[in-house]
């Protein structure tokens, strides 16, 4: 207990995996965090395609711990899960109300197209570009570039 604690051996660290590891848990809580918002049954597995990048080896994973069962099934999807790579297109099932979560995606992509609208003003107006500090204007570019991103995302 009185012991120092052991220093990590940095040449062990591998930055990719750590990357793969860390977007399949940035998938897995969108897909959790979608199901919770649409009330999605908790223990029914849901029909989805994936189509995202990165995900070679741990879309198995993704898939158990989201409760999703990945299928190459052509149907249109009832919503879509923006992830990182891309998205989870999520197919009609009895585990989901397909009503509730339409009127979800709409209220969402107004609110991004009304977030899209004021950062775009906002990044026109000569006046805060030229005299806001450079990193508040680039992370405003970067907020309308995920912004637009999601808005993509919903479809």
Sequence with gaps: MAGPWPTPDNALID??????????????????????????????????????????????????????????????????????????????SDAVDTEAEAKRAAAERERLQVEIKRAQGKLANEGFVAKAPAHVVDAEREKLARLQSELEGLG
């Design 15 to 92: 930055e990719a995996a750590e990357a793969e590891i860390a977007r399949a848990i940035a998938a897995v809580q969108e897909l959790r965090a979608w199901r919770d918002r649409v009330g999605a049954k908790p223990g029914a597995s849901l029909e989805a395609r994936l189509e995202a990048e990165g995900y070679e080896r741990t879309a198995d994973a993704v898939g158990r711990l989201a409760r999703v069962e990945w299928t190459d099934n052509g149907t249109a999807p009832v919503a879509t899960v923006p992830v990182p790579g891309g998205n989870v297109a999520v197919l009609a």
